[in-house]
């Protein structure tokens, strides 16, 4: 019988991807982490832990190379510590058969306004939103909210990019800056 194996497509600076290396050997898998650059993780030399070079942003080049250790392992699972490759993970799931997350949905939540779209159809109550592409929209957008405002991008990370808007200036500033004209 093969081997289990757990994919862990990319891994973590800032601890949580050993926690799953930790975890997935608890269960009795081998952990395996593909990433772009494998040596940005320093618990995978550190561990002496399986890693695979590969374009991560590339499906087929992932593909190909799940596929590959499928020939030597039993995949139980592939997963990711970052928020940022979650799609994928939900793609290279589906295409092989094993539980995880749904790609559009995933897509959907990650998009802001679309998930407040959603949510707002679902009956859920939110804040006022709007989705502005540009300055003078940000500016109108504000005017017809009122303030305080958070002034957000529609795509990202966490909170990166978030911020509490009490003033005109303050939302100039965040405007700047989310446009990348930094003062």
């Known amino acids: 019988m093969a081997r289990k194996a757990l994919i862990l ?3 973590s600076v800032r601890g949580t991807g050993p926690q799953f290396v930790r975890a997935a050997q608890r269960l009795g898998l081998h952990p ?3 990433a772009a650059d494998p040596a940005q993780y320093d618990y995978i030399a550190t561990e002496g832990l399986e890693a695979i070079r590969v374009d991560t942003e590339n ?3 992932l593909i190909c190379e799940c596929s590959r250790l499928r020939a030597r392992y039993d995949i139980a699972g592939i997963t990711s510590v970052r928020e940022d490759v979650y799609i994928t993970v939900g793609k ?3 295409h092989f058969g094993l539980p995880g997350p749904n790609p559009v949905s995933i897509e959907r939540c990650c998009d802001k306004f679309t998930q407040r779209q959603l949510l ?3 009956g859920v109550p939110i804040p006022a939103y709007r989705l502005a592409t540009n300055a003078r929209e940000i500016e109108t957008s504000a005017a017809e ?3 305080p405002v958070i002034l957000k991008p529609a795509v990202g990370l966490g909170s990166i990019g978030v911020r509490l808007c009490r003033t005109i200036d303050a939302l100039a500033e965040q405007k700047n800056y989310l446009r990348g004209e930094k003062r």
């Open 59 to 61: 499906l087929d080049a």
């Open 92 to 94: 290279l799931c589906g």
């Open 9 to 11: 497509v990319e891994g």
């Open 145 to 147: 909210i009122g303030l």
């Open 120 to 122: 707002a159809q679902s």
């Open 32 to 34: 395996i982490t593909l």
